[in-house]
C-alpha cells in the first residue's frame, strides 16, 4: 500500500500546536491518581529492578511512569517538556528552536490520539497521571510552579515519527555553508555537532553507536532450547531502563524501557518470545527539486499543473524575564514533503518513509504481547518502527533475523542527502516501500545461529550467505566490521552452548584487530634497526595475548600504536588487503605502509612509557569504570579495533581512561517451559547522585558478570526488597 494513500504522513511537517480544545482530553486528565495507584504495585527487586503488577494496562502505564520518575527525576519531565515543544516556555528563549520542530511530532499525536487503539491510549494516559502524580507530591524537585498537567497526547508525541533533520542539515550545507535555517525561514534544522566524532585532542574516543545480537537454535543449545542475547551499546547516558510490566492475561513483558516514555527502543523477552534490535542504517529520505511556477508566486510545477505550496506559521512561547513573548516563524510544506529550500527556481523538499506516523508505541505493545513467530511477523507488517535490525528467537524454538525498514521503492538512482533528484511527475519520485517480505531476512539457517552487529544483513549467517545482488543496491551496501567477524569467531562453530556459555563468550576480550595485523608489526619493527626500549616493547608485543582483559600488558601500547598510524587516514585504508566480499571473515589483514608502522610503533612506545611509566602497562590500570565511589579496572574495547565487548572511553585528568560509552545493558535469555534468564545493566536503574542503584551494578560489570533475571511470579516474590503503591495517599 502506497504511504501516500494510506496515510497522512507527509502533512504535518513543523505544524502548529493545536488548541487542545479542538480535541477530546486524555482519560488521564481525568483519572484519579489515586485510583490508579490502588490498581497497581511496584516490586523492587536485588539493584532496584521494578516489578510492575497491574490490574490493567492504565495501571500498568502509571506504575511504569511512576518508577521512571522515581528514578531518573526532572529528566522525564523535561523530556515530555521537550516533547510538547514547551521548553521555552519554561526556560527562556535558548531551548525555542527545539520547540518549532517538536510541535509537529506534537500536532501529529493530538490529531491522531483517538485513532490508537485503546490499549496503547491506556498506556500513553497512565504514565502521564504517574508524571503529574510526582510533580504534585515532590515539588522541591522542580522549577517554582512547575505544574505542567501532562496528558497523554505528550507521551504519544515521543512515538511520532519525522524525517530525519541530519539529512536537511548535510544538504543545506552543500547549497549554503553560512544558512543555519534555510532561506526564507523553511524550517531547516539548525546545525549541530556529532558526538559520535569524538575528540581526540582531548582523548575522547568516537562514540560507537550501536549493538550487538546473537540467537542460536535449539540444534546448538545443550538444552535444547533458543537462547537469545541482547546488547546495545550507547553512551552512558542513554537511558536503558530494565524493567517488568505484568498484566494478568494482558501482557508479561520484561526488558528495556527506554527512559522517559513507555515505548523507546524496547527489547526483551515474554515467556514465549523475545528480540533484540541492533541499529542499520536504511535510506529512507530522498530530496527532491520541484520546478517553480515563475507566473504565480508560490507555486510549483507538478504534473503539468500549477500547485500552491501550502504556508503555515508556527508561534512558540518563551519565558522573557518575568514574563512570557512569543516568536512565530513561516513554514512550508508541499503534499509531497515539507520545503527546506527554494532557490534559483527551485523547491526543494524531503520526502521521508514513515514521515508523521504516529503508531511507534501501539507496535511495541503488540510486539511485547505476542505469543508466536507469526503474530510477532504480522505485527511488524505494521512498519511504523522504519528502522533497526531484528534479532529473534522463541520457545518453539525458531530463531529469525529480519533487516528491518520502511525502505521507499526508489524509480531510480537516488542523490543521498548531498544532491537533489528532479521531479516533474509521479514517476519522478517513490511511492511505496519495498514489500515487507522482499527485506533480506532468515528463518532458522541449519547451522542454527544468527547474529547482527550493525554490519550488512548479508553475513548473519555465513553458511547461509544472503546474496546482496538480488536485492535492490539501496538496501545495504556489502560491509562486516572486524566487530562482526569476531562475533562469528566466537560462535561459528559446531559447539553447542549453554546459556552460561552464551554469558562468557559475550564476555570475550580479544582483539581480532591485533590477530590481522600484530604478526606484521612485529616483523617490520624488528626489521627496522629498533632502539632497545622498541626492541624490548615488541618483545612484549610478540608474546600478549591479543585481548583487552584488564591484567593483559600489551594492549595499551597497540591501542596507541594503530592511533598514530591510522592518524590523517581512514583506517580502513591502512591495511595490505582491505576488506573484500568474497572473503568477508579473514579480511582485512597485513600492513600497506611497512614504513609508517615502524615510525609509529616507536613514537607509542615513547608516548606510552611518558604517559604510564612503562610500556607494559595492565590494560585495567590505565582503563577504568569510574561511578561515584567505584573505581575499577575493566575489559573491554573500541569495536574498531575488533573487540565483540565494546567500550568507549575518554580520558580523565590523571591520565586513566574512563568508560563512558558502549556495552552498558546486556541480556541473555533461554526459552524453556519458562524463560531463564541473565542481565547487567552497567550505569544502574537511577542516574540521580546518591540513590542506591546509580552505581550498584558497576563493578558486576566491570568484573563481566551478570545477575539472574527474576521473571516468574514465585521468584520476583522471594526476591522483593521493597514493595509500594506509587503516589498512594500516605
Same mark, same amino acid.
Given at each position: 500500500?502506497?504511504?501516500?494513500?494510506?496515510?497522512?504522513?507527509?502533512?504535518?511537517?513543523?505544524?502548529?500546536?493545536?488548541?487542545?480544545?479542538?480535541?477530546?482530553?486524555?482519560?488521564?486528565?481525568?483519572?484519579?491518581?489515586?485510583?490508579?495507584?490502588?490498581?497497581?504495585?511496584?516490586?523492587?527487586?536485588?539493584?532496584?529492578?521494578?516489578?510492575?503488577?497491574?490490574?490493567?494496562?492504565?495501571?500498568?502505564?502509571?506504575?511504569?511512569?511512576?518508577?521512571?520518575?522515581?528514578?531518573?527525576?526532572?529528566?522525564?519531565?523535561?523530556?515530555?517538556?521537550?516533547?510538547?515543544?514547551?521548553?521555552?516556555?519554561?526556560?527562556?528563549?535558548?531551548?525555542?528552536?527545539?520547540?518549532?520542530?517538536?510541535?509537529?511530532?506534537?500536532?501529529?499525536?493530538?490529531?491522531?490520539?483517538?485513532?490508537?487503539?485503546?490499549?496503547?491510549?491506556?498506556?500513553?494516559?497512565?504514565? *502521564?497521571?504517574?508524571?503529574?502524580?510526582?510533580?504534585?507530591?515532590?515539588?522541591?524537585?522542580?522549577?517554582?510552579?512547575?505544574?505542567?498537567?501532562?496528558?497523554?497526547?505528550?507521551?504519544?508525541?515521543?512515538? /511520532?515519527?519525522?524525517?530525519? *533533520?541530519?539529512?536537511?542539515?548535510?544538504?543545506?550545507?552543500?547549497?549554503?555553508?553560512?544558512?543555519?535555517?534555510?532561506?526564507?525561514?523553511?524550517?531547516?534544522?539548525?546545525?549541530?555537532? @556529532?558526538?559520535?566524532?569524538?575528540?581526540?585532542?582531548?582523548?575522547?574516543?568516537?562514540?560507537?553507536?550501536?549493538?550487538?545480537?546473537?540467537?542460536?537454535?535449539?540444534?546448538?543449545?545443550?538444552?535444547?532450547?533458543?537462547?537469545?542475547?541482547?546488547?546495545?551499546?550507547?553512551?552512558?547516558?542513554?537511558?536503558?531502563?530494565?524493567?517488568?510490566?505484568?498484566?494478568?492475561?494482558?501482557?508479561?513483558?520484561?526488558?528495556?524501557?527506554?527512559?522517559?516514555?513507555?515505548?523507546?527502543?524496547?527489547?526483551?523477552?515474554?515467556?514465549?518470545?523475545?528480540?533484540?534490535?541492533?541499529?542499520?542504517?536504511?535510506?529512507?529520505?530522498?530530496?527532491?527539486?520541484?520546478?517553480?511556477?515563475? *507566473?504565480?508566486?508560490?507555486?510549483?510545477?507538478?504534473?503539468?499543473?500549477?500547485?500552491?505550496?501550502?504556508?503555515?506559521?508556527?508561534?512558540?512561547?518563551?519565558?522573557?524575564? @518575568?514574563?512570557?513573548?512569543?516568536?512565530?516563524?513561516?513554514?512550508?510544506?508541499?503534499?509531497?514533503?515539507?520545503?527546506?529550500?527554494?532557490?534559483?527556481?527551485?523547491?526543494?523538499? /524531503?520526502?521521508?518513509?514513515?514521515?508523521?506516523?504516529?503508531?511507534?508505541?501501539?507496535?511495541?505493545?503488540?510486539?511485547?504481547?505476542?505469543?508466536?513467530?507469526?503474530?510477532?511477523?504480522?505485527?511488524?507488517?505494521?512498519?511504523?518502527?522504519?528502522?533497526?535490525?531484528?534479532?529473534?528467537?522463541?520457545?518453539?524454538?525458531?530463531?529469525?533475523?529480519?533487516?528491518?525498514?520502511?525502505?521507499?521503492?526508489?524509480?531510480?538512482?537516488?542523490?543521498?542527502?548531498?544532491?537533489?533528484?528532479?521531479?516533474?511527475?509521479? *514517476?519522478?519520485?517513490?511511492?511505496?516501500? /519495498?514489500?515487507?517480505?522482499?527485506?533480506?531476512?532468515?528463518?532458522?539457517?541449519?547451522?542454527?545461529?544468527?547474529?547482527?552487529?550493525?554490519?550488512?544483513?548479508?553475513?548473519?549467517?555465513?553458511?547461509?550467505?544472503? %546474496?546482496?545482488?538480488?536485492?535492490?543496491?539501496?538496501?545495504?551496501?556489502?560491509?562486516?566490521?572486524?566487530?562482526?567477524?569476531?562475533?562469528?569467531?566466537?560462535?561459528?562453530?559446531?559447539?553447542?552452548?549453554?546459556?552460561? @556459555?552464551?554469558?562468557?563468550?559475550?564476555?570475550?576480550?580479544?582483539?581480532?584487530?591485533?590477530?590481522?595485523?600484530?604478526?606484521?608489526?612485529?616483523?617490520?619493527?624488528?626489521?627496522?634497526?629498533?632502539?632497545?626500549?622498541?626492541?624490548?616493547?615488541?618483545?612484549?608485543?610478540?608474546?600478549?595475548?591479543?585481548?583487552?582483559?584488564?591484567?593483559?600488558?600489551?594492549?595499551?601500547?597497540?591501542?596507541?600504536?594503530?592511533?598514530?598510524?591510522?592518524?590523517?587516514?581512514?583506517?580502513?585504508?591502512?591495511?595490505?588487503?582491505?576488506?573484500?566480499?568474497?572473503?568477508?571473515?579473514?579480511?582485512?589483514?597485513?600492513?600497506?605502509?611497512?614504513?609508517?608502522?615502524?615510525?609509529?610503533?616507536?613514537?607509542?612506545?615513547?608516548?606510552?612509557?611518558?604517559?604510564?611509566?612503562?610500556?607494559?602497562?595492565?590494560?585495567?590500570?590505565?582503563?577504568?569504570?569510574?561511578?561515584?565511589?567505584?573505581?575499577?579496572?575493566?575489559?573491554?574495547?573500541?569495536?574498531?579495533?575488533?573487540?565483540?565487548?565494546?567500550?568507549?572511553?575518554?580520558?580523565?585528568?590523571?591520565?586513566?581512561?574512563?568508560?563512558?560509552?558502549?556495552?552498558?545493558?546486556?541480556?541473555?535469555?533461554?526459552?524453556?517451559?519458562?524463560?531463564?534468564?541473565?542481565?547487567?545493566?552497567?550505569?544502574?536503574?537511577? %542516574?540521580?547522585?546518591?540513590?542506591?542503584?546509580?552505581?550498584?551494578?558497576?563493578?558486576?560489570?566491570?568484573?563481566?558478570?551478570?545477575?539472574?533475571?527474576?521473571?516468574?511470579?514465585?521468584?520476583?516474590?522471594?526476591?522483593?526488597?521493597?514493595?509500594?503503591?506509587?503516589?498512594?495517599?500516605?
Amino acid at each position: 500500500m502506497s504511504p501516500l494513500s494510506s496515510r497522512r504522513v507527509f502533512a504535518s511537517f513543523t505544524l502548529s500546536l493545536v488548541a487542545l480544545a479542538v480535541f477530546p482530553t486524555p482519560a488521564s486528565a481525568q483519572t484519579r491518581s489515586d485510583n490508579l495507584s490502588r490498581q497497581v504495585e511496584i516490586l523492587r527487586t536485588a539493584y532496584g529492578v521494578p516489578h510492575i503488577q497491574a490490574q490493567n494496562l492504565r495501571a500498568a502505564g502509571y506504575g511504569l511512569g511512576w518508577v521512571m520518575i522515581e528514578d531518573y527525576g526532572p529528566r522525564i519531565a523535561m523530556n515530555l517538556l521537550r516533547a510538547r515543544g514547551e521548553m521555552a516556555r519554561w526556560f527562556g528563549h535558548d531551548s525555542i528552536e527545539g520547540d518549532f520542530l517538536a510541535q509537529r511530532e506534537y500536532k501529529a499525536a493530538v490529531q491522531h490520539y483517538p485513532d490508537l487503539d485503546q490499549e496503547t491510549r491506556d498506556v500513553y494516559d497512565g504514565f *502521564a497521571a504517574a508524571a503529574n502524580r510526582y510533580i504534585e507530591l515532590h515539588p522541591s524537585e522542580f522549577p517554582a510552579g512547575f505544574r505542567p498537567n501532562y496528558t497523554g497526547y505528550d507521551i504519544a508525541a515521543r512515538d /511520532v515519527n519525522m524525517a530525519s *533533520a541530519a539529512s536537511a542539515r548535510r544538504f543545506l550545507a552543500k547549497m549554503d555553508p553560512s544558512s543555519v535555517r534555510g532561506r526564507r525561514g523553511q524550517g531547516a534544522a539548525p546545525a549541530s555537532t @556529532d558526538p559520535a566524532e569524538g575528540d581526540p585532542d582531548k582523548g575522547i574516543d568516537p562514540l560507537e553507536e550501536g549493538s550487538n545480537a546473537w540467537a542460536f537454535a535449539p540444534s546448538r543449545t545443550k538444552s535444547g532450547k533458543a537462547i537469545l542475547l541482547r546488547n546495545p551499546h550507547l553512551n552512558w547516558n542513554s537511558g536503558y531502563y530494565e524493567a517488568q510490566m505484568t498484566v494478568p492475561g494482558v501482557v508479561d513483558f520484561y526488558g528495556d524501557f527506554r527512559m522517559g516514555g513507555p515505548f523507546g527502543v524496547v527489547g526483551g523477552f515474554n515467556r514465549w518470545l523475545g528480540w533484540a534490535t541492533t541499529n542499520n542504517a536504511p535510506d529512507l529520505e530522498e530530496i527532491y527539486a520541484l520546478d517553480v511556477d515563475p *507566473a504565480q508566486p508560490d507555486h510549483y510545477q507538478f504534473e503539468g499543473t500549477s500547485i500552491p505550496l501550502e504556508r503555515e506559521l508556527v508561534t512558540v512561547a518563551f519565558k522573557n524575564g @518575568d514574563g512570557v513573548s512569543t516568536e512565530t516563524r513561516e513554514f512550508w510544506r508541499t503534499p509531497l514533503g515539507p520545503v527546506i529550500w527554494r532557490d534559483n527556481g527551485k523547491v526543494y523538499i /524531503v520526502r521521508a518513509a514513515g514521515e508523521g506516523d504516529w503508531r511507534g508505541g501501539e507496535q511495541f505493545l503488540r510486539m511485547m504481547r505476542a505469543k508466536s513467530l507469526a503474530e510477532w511477523q504480522d505485527v511488524m507488517r505494521m512498519r511504523a518502527r522504519v528502522t533497526s535490525s531484528f534479532t529473534y528467537a522463541d520457545r518453539a524454538g525458531n530463531i529469525y533475523y529480519l533487516w528491518n525498514a520502511a525502505a521507499p521503492a526508489f524509480p531510480g538512482p537516488t542523490g543521498g542527502d548531498t544532491a537533489a533528484v528532479p521531479a516533474h511527475t509521479t *514517476a519522478d519520485i517513490w511511492t511505496h516501500y /519495498v514489500p515487507f517480505d522482499s527485506l533480506p531476512q532468515i528463518l532458522n539457517p541449519k547451522s542454527g545461529y544468527i547474529h547482527n552487529e550493525n554490519s550488512s544483513p548479508w553475513f548473519t549467517n555465513l553458511e547461509q550467505i544472503i %546474496d546482496w545482488r538480488k536485492y535492490p543496491s539501496y538496501i545495504a551496501e556489502p560491509s562486516f566490521s572486524l566487530r562482526s567477524q569476531m562475533a562469528t569467531t566466537l560462535i561459528d562453530t559446531k559447539q553447542k552452548l549453554s546459556l552460561e @556459555d552464551v554469558v562468557k563468550l559475550k564476555h570475550s576480550y580479544r582483539m581480532l584487530l591485533a590477530d590481522r595485523v600484530k604478526g606484521d608489526l612485529v616483523a617490520v619493527v624488528r626489521a627496522s634497526n629498533p632502539s632497545p626500549a622498541a626492541d624490548s616493547a615488541i618483545a612484549m608485543l610478540a608474546a600478549w595475548d591479543n585481548t583487552s582483559a584488564p591484567e593483559s600488558r600489551g594492549g595499551v601500547l597497540f591501542e596507541r600504536w594503530w592511533q598514530l598510524y591510522t592518524l590523517g587516514s581512514n583506517p580502513d585504508s591502512m591495511f595490505a588487503q582491505p576488506w573484500i566480499a568474497s572473503a568477508p571473515a579473514t579480511t582485512p589483514r597485513g600492513l600497506k605502509d611497512p614504513a609508517k608502522a615502524a615510525q609509529s610503533f616507536a613514537r607509542a612506545v615513547d608516548e606510552t612509557v611518558k604517559q604510564y611509566g612503562r610500556y607494559d602497562i595492565p590494560w585495567g590500570d590505565v582503563h577504568r569504570v569510574r561511578m561515584g565511589n567505584v573505581d575499577v579496572p575493566v575489559g573491554g574495547c573500541a569495536g574498531a579495533l575488533g573487540c565483540f565487548r565494546v567500550l568507549n572511553f575518554r580520558t580523565d585528568p590523571d591520565g586513566k581512561r574512563e568508560a563512558f560509552g558502549g556495552d552498558g545493558w546486556v541480556l541473555a535469555v533461554e526459552f524453556g517451559d519458562q524463560p531463564r534468564a541473565y542481565s547487567v545493566l552497567a550505569y544502574g536503574e537511577s %542516574d540521580i547522585a546518591g540513590n542506591p542503584h546509580d552505581t550498584d551494578q558497576a563493578e558486576m560489570f566491570a568484573r563481566g558478570e551478570m545477575k539472574r533475571v527474576l521473571f516468574l511470579p514465585k521468584d520476583v516474590e522471594a526476591g522483593v526488597i521493597k514493595r509500594y503503591r506509587p503516589g498512594a495517599k500516605e
